[in-house]
């Protein structure tokens, strides 16, 4: 199948999946193409319309993120709040991440569960299947990752439907820290050489997000389930041996490196900015756009005439990007100086 039908049918799957099982899903990592696809379909795709829909990178200013899709009476793990300590995405009234759809009996009928069948006497008390992280302290609990219930206890029924604890984000992603193993001896590695190493492994490129180079080494941002993979099996980077391991996404915290840069622009137009970004002449940047290099904030622009607002991340395909802070100042002769921030 063409990559251009592919991700409309494969993201409308998955918020159709979302819907008709009412559990979360979500896709592999997309590019800044794919990432407009999908900005397209939740303006018209009536299958997503049906549920809560967002991208993730799994951090702010993430370059490739994946689609997530949320039943739209599920607490969305981002933006949810908390009623109980320790259950931040819990259920709007109960503060639980289980929710209620039937009478189990009078003793137990206001319980946050949902309801999909009798409950056998046998098994009442492991009542639960699984669709998302287990906290590390509830590993003993009868649960399998990604919504497959233990066989042990395949009749139980009950759907769980949130995050299990705060320090989950309720998302599919991992995080390996890559460090070297002798940093005396370590090479200056770079994105291409880390991203090189992760395919080399045999790891396809949508399940790997953004890889940061951090110190003396890098941080991967990838798929959960290939995250111990990489952190076992990647021991070297180029020449240089290297060493693992695996940290929780919601642990990870990183504030992008950028560089300020100040110039003046006639006007602050999308052809006139990339022009300054990327030190080549307004018609030049005018061709960028038209052949859909430029895109703001992850949305494909093709308008020379766009302006981005300040805050605004314009990504330049095969340049970088920068975030748009807005115009400082005033010429005497009407220009504009303006700022810009550039990502490292």
């Given at each position: 199948?063409?990559?251009?039908?592919?991700?409309?049918?494969?993201l409308?799957?998955?918020a159709?999946r979302?819907?008709a099982?009412?559990?979360p899903?979500?896709?592999?990592?997309?590019?800044?193409?794919?990432q407009?696809?999908f900005?397209?379909l939740c303006?018209?795709?009536p299958?997503?319309?049906?549920?809560?829909?967002?991208?993730?990178?799994?951090?702010?200013?993430?370059?490739?993120?994946?689609?997530?899709?949320?039943?739209?009476?599920?607490?969305?793990p981002a933006?949810?709040?908390?009623?109980?300590?320790?259950?931040?995405?819990?259920?709007?009234d109960?503060?639980?991440?289980?929710?209620?759809a039937?009478e189990?009996?009078?003793?137990?009928?206001?319980?946050?569960?949902?309801?999909?069948g009798?409950?056998?006497?046998?098994h009442?008390?492991?009542?639960?299947?699984?669709?998302?992280?287990?906290?590390?302290?509830?590993?003993?609990?009868?649960?399998?990752?990604?919504?497959?219930?233990?066989?042990?206890?395949?009749?139980?029924?009950?759907?769980?439907?949130?995050?299990?604890?705060?320090?989950?984000?309720g998302?599919?992603l991992?995080?390996?820290?890559?460090?070297p193993?002798?940093?005396?001896?370590?090479?200056?590695?770079?994105?291409?050489?880390y991203?090189?190493?992760?395919?080399?492994?045999?790891?396809?490129?949508?399940?790997?997000?953004?890889?940061?180079?951090?110190?003396?080494?890098?941080?991967?941002?990838?798929?959960?389930?290939?995250?111990?993979?990489?952190?076992?099996?990647?021991?070297?980077?180029?020449?240089t041996q290297?060493r693992?391991?695996?940290?929780?996404?919601?642990?990870?915290?990183?504030?992008?490196?950028?560089?300020?840069?100040?110039?003046?622009?006639?006007?602050?137009?999308?052809?006139?900015?990339?022009?300054?970004?990327?030190?080549?002449?307004?018609?030049k940047?005018a061709?960028?756009?038209?052949?859909?290099?430029?895109?703001?904030?992850?949305?494909?622009t093709?308008?020379?005439?766009?302006?981005?607002?300040?805050?605004?991340?314009?990504?330049?395909?095969?340049?970088?990007?920068f975030?748009?802070?807005?115009?400082?100042?005033?010429?005497?002769?009407g220009?504009?100086f303006?700022e810009?921030?550039?990502f490292?």
């Open positions: 199948m063409d990559t251009e039908e592919f991700w409309p049918k494969r409308s799957d998955l159709a979302c819907f099982r009412d559990i899903t979500f896709s592999d990592f997309l590019n800044l193409h794919e407009s696809v900005d397209a303006r018209s795709d299958a997503i319309a049906r549920v809560s829909a967002r991208l993730d990178g799994g951090y702010g200013a993430a370059e490739r993120k994946i689609a997530c899709f949320f039943p739209k009476d599920m607490s969305d933006t949810s709040t908390a009623a109980l300590p320790g259950h931040p995405q819990g259920h709007a109960t503060g639980l991440p289980f929710r209620y039937g189990v009996g009078g003793a137990h009928s206001g319980l946050p569960f949902r309801y999909a009798a409950v056998d006497e046998a009442s008390g492991l009542p639960f299947r699984h669709a998302g992280a287990v906290d590390e302290t509830h590993s003993d609990l009868p649960f399998r990752h990604a919504g497959a219930v233990d066989e042990a206890h395949s009749g139980l029924p009950f759907h769980y439907t949130g995050a299990v604890d705060a320090a989950h984000s998302l599919p991992g995080c390996v820290r890559v460090d193993a002798h940093e005396k001896f370590a090479q200056a590695l770079s994105h291409r050489d991203l090189g190493a992760v395919l080399h492994l045999g790891i396809e490129r949508p399940k790997n997000g953004d890889i940061l180079t951090v110190g003396h080494g890098a941080v991967i941002i990838c798929r959960e389930e290939v995250s111990v993979f990489i952190a076992s099996e990647l021991e070297k980077v180029n020449h290297v693992c391991r695996v940290d929780g996404i919601s642990d990870f915290d990183y504030s992008p490196k950028t560089e300020t840069t100040r110039g003046n622009v006639q006007s602050e137009r999308l052809d006139a900015l990339v022009a300054m970004f990327c030190g080549v002449s307004r018609s940047a061709d960028l756009v038209d052949h859909e290099k430029v895109f703001i904030n992850s949305r494909l093709t308008s020379k005439h766009a302006t981005p607002e300040a805050g605004d991340i314009v990504s330049v395909r095969g340049e970088g990007r975030r748009y802070n807005g115009p400082v100042a005033h010429s005497k002769k220009r504009l303006v810009l921030e550039r490292v």
